[in-house]
């Protein structure tokens, strides 16, 4: 997943490493942050979002946030809970993602 919206970095590539249990965010090829995860059969668990020194304040942990919501919105069945107090500001503010919240 490719995002270019509204951001002086360079192109921010998001992906989903399920090896490592975490959506990660690269600029320009250099790793800028993630979004770690426990995965269940139909519960996706967002336990920590890291932006990394250098790409703070440019919008990357809300982009990276939302493409993953986005990817977990695409799996049918698959519900989020927000452990990590980022992914659940987001959610807040954003309330077209908290049908995916489980409950």
Do not use: W
């Amino acid at each position: 997943m490719t995002d270019q919206s509204g951001s002086n970095a360079g192109e921010l590539v998001v992906s989903d490493h399920t090896d490592k249990s975490r959506f990660e965010a690269h600029v320009d090829g250099r790793l800028a942050g993630y979004a770690e995860y426990e995965q269940s059969d139909s519960v996706i668990t967002f336990t920590h979002t890291i932006v990394k020194d250098g790409f703070e304040g440019q919008g990357i942990g809300g982009r990276l946030v939302r493409a993953a919501l986005d990817t977990v919105a695409a799996s049918e069945g698959v519900r989020v809970v927000a452990e990590c107090s980022f992914v659940a500001a987001f959610i807040d503010k954003h309330p077209e993602y908290q049908p995916l919240l489980a409950s």
